[in-house]
C-alpha cells in the first residue's frame, strides 16, 4: 500500500545530542514536509522541499537541518542548536501543488514521531 | 501570503448536538486547494475533503458536511448529530497551486463531544 512512514514513534534523546527523524514516502510525491506540533498548538512548518535536492526553511527553522537526496525520503535532523526539541513532529507529502493536471491534489501524512529530551 | 484561521480554539458540546467548526483563509492566488484533517488523541493526521478554489458546492459525507463560500473566504465544517468518536482537533488547512509555497494550517480547532 502507499503512503509515508515515519520512523521512530518514540525518540528520547540527551541534550547536547543531534538526533534525525525518518520519513519515508512511496506514493511518487514531488513534496514534503515537516511540522512540528507543541501540545496544545498548531502546525508550525519547520522545512518543506518541493522537488530533489532542494529544501526551503519554513517558519521555526533554526535548530533543524535537512536533506533530499532521494524522492521519498526527507530526514529532519533535530541539531542541539535546538533548544526546545520536545514535541510532536509530522511528515507529510503531496503532489507537486503547481501540476494543473493532477486533480486529487491531497496531503499525506505520516502518523508522528515524538521526541522528548531527557 | 497565505494565511488560514480558525478563530474557535476549543469547542464543548453535547453527544447529538450539531457543531460548525469555522476556517477563514487569505490568500490572492486564484487557483488553491482547501482541506480539512481530523488529529484524534493517536496524533497522525486523517484527510477528511479536499475542496479546489472552482468548486464551491458543498460536500455531505454522513454525518460531515462542508460549506464552501469563496466571497467571504470560507471553508466551514458541520457536524450532525455528534458523537464522542468525533473528539478531536481539527485543521483546516491551504495548497495554492502556483509559485513554491508549502501547505499551510490553521492552529487547529480542539473539539470535546460529551456523553
Known amino acids: 500500500d502507499g503512503g509515508i512512514t515515519q520512523s521512530p514513534k518514540y525518540l528520547f534523546r540527551k541534550e547536547g545530542q543531534n538526533v534525525t527523524l525518518s520519513c519515508e514516502q512511496n506514493l511518487n510525491h514531488d513534496a514534503m514536509y515537516w511540522y512540528r506540533q507543541d501540545p496544545g498548538q498548531g502546525l508550525r512548518l519547520i522545512y518543506y522541499?518541493?522537488?530533489?535536492?532542494?529544501?526551503q526553511k519554513g517558519d521555526i527553522a533554526e535548530g533543524y537541518s535537512v536533506s533530499r537526496e532521494k524522492k521519498e525520503s526527507f530526514p529532519l535532523t533535530v541539531t542541539s542548536a535546538q533548544k526546545n526539541p520536545t514535541a510532536f513532529y509530522l511528515c507529510a507529502s503531496s503532489t507537486r501543488p503547481w501540476d494543473s493536471t493532477i486533480l486529487n491534489t491531497e496531503a499525506f501524512f505520516g502518523q508522528g514521531t515524538r521526541l522528548t529530551v531527557v | 501570503a497565505q494565511k488560514v484561521t480558525q478563530a474557535q480554539t476549543e469547542i464543548s458540546v453535547v453527544e447529538k448536538e450539531d457543531v460548525t467548526l469555522d476556517c477563514v483563509y487569505e490568500?490572492?492566488?486564484?487557483?488553491?486547494?482547501l482541506f480539512w484533517y481530523k488529529q484524534p488523541p493517536s496524533g497522525e493526521l486523517v484527510f477528511l475533503i479536499r475542496r479546489n478554489s472552482f468548486d464551491e458546492q458543498n460536500e455531505i459525507s454522513g454525518r460531515y458536511s462542508w460549506n464552501f463560500q469563496k466571497s467571504t473566504s470560507s471553508f466551514n465544517f458541520t457536524i450532525t448529530a455528534s458523537q464522542v468518536v468525533d473528539s478531536a482537533v481539527y485543521f483546516c488547512a491551504l495548497l495554492i497551486t502556483s509559485g513554491n509555497t508549502p501547505l499551510v494550517f490553521g492552529k487547529g480547532t480542539r473539539l470535546s463531544v460529551i456523553a
Open positions: 522541499s518541493q522537488i530533489v535536492n532542494d529544501f
Open positions: 490568500t490572492r492566488d486564484t487557483t488553491y486547494y
